[in-house]
């Protein structure tokens, strides 16, 4: 008995306290952008205490701002002189770039990548693991394929941040009527968060 309510209380104050936890060092992350304003202006000299979370509101103001102003006429005008300015520094380049091109298509509102769980055989023949479309091959690399290819990210567990990209034909991938959080759940949780029983699996390539 004392075993079976130990485990349940491990239960239910492990996902609570980790909780708890991320959201405390995303805060206290956050708040950190106060040293940014002046002294004189900053919530522990004018009310005499610091202010949790007053980073957490400057930084959604912050990036409110900057979408306003990258919305209008004089904002896409400044975004496109500064990134002239960075296309001129040779390594800046490069790693701008790519984080811009990976945002983009992330964020972007037309973008299709990681709206659509699949199936895959990997790594090997007779296995299957989760991965998500992310696209299709560019030009260049389409031209040396025979067929329809995708490009799909396959996560691991329990990090679904690191994983691997592979390019796969068309017809190997199995389409899911599974969403994407709940493959995510699924890949956490090393695989003990099952889909719900009413969603079935459905071969959907042609």
């Known amino acids: 008995m004392i075993k079976k309510n130990f485990l349940t209380g491990l239960l239910v104050l492990i996902p609570i306290i980790l909780t708890v936890w991320?959201?405390?060092?995303?805060?206290?992350?956050?708040?950190?952008?106060?040293?940014?304003?002046?002294?004189?202006v900053r919530p522990s000299n004018?009310?005499?205490?610091?202010?949790?979370?007053?980073g957490v509101i400057m930084t959604f103001l912050i990036i409110l701002f900057t979408g306003f102003l990258a919305n209008n006429f004089f904002?896409?005008?400044?975004?496109?002189?500064?990134e002239n300015l960075v296309n001129r520094l040779p390594f800046v380049k490069t790693i701008y770039g790519g984080i811009k091109?990976?945002?983009?298509?992330?964020?972007?509102?037309?973008?299709?990548?990681?709206?659509?769980?699949?199936?895959?055989?990997f790594p090997m023949a007779g296995t299957y693991s989760f991965a998500f479309i992310t696209g299709?091959?560019?030009?260049?690399?389409?031209?040396?394929?025979?067929?329809?290819?995708?490009?799909?990210?396959?996560?691991?567990?329990?990090?679904p941040t690191s994983g691997y990209t592979l390019i796969v034909p068309k017809n190997k991938v199995i389409d899911l009527d599974i969403?994407?959080?709940?493959?995510?759940?699924?890949?956490?949780?090393?695989?003990?968060?099952?889909?719900?029983?009413?969603?079935?699996?459905?071969?959907?390539?042609k």
């Open 22 to 40: 991320l959201l405390g060092t995303l805060i206290s992350f956050l708040d950190q952008i106060i040293l940014l304003l002046p002294e004189t």
């Open 46 to 54: 004018i009310i005499g205490t610091p202010v949790i979370g007053f």
């Open 75 to 82: 904002g896409k005008k400044i975004i496109l002189l500064y």
């Open 101 to 121: 091109q990976v945002s983009d298509t992330l964020l972007s509102n037309s973008g299709n990548a990681f709206t659509k769980a699949v199936l895959i055989e």
């Open 136 to 159: 299709e091959p560019n030009e260049e690399i389409d031209k040396n394929l025979k067929g329809k290819f995708v490009n799909v990210y396959v996560p691991t567990t329990p990090n």
């Open 179 to 205: 969403s994407v959080d709940q493959v995510l759940k699924y890949v956490i949780s090393m695989g003990v968060v099952p889909a719900k029983k009413n969603q079935k699996i459905k071969n959907t390539s």
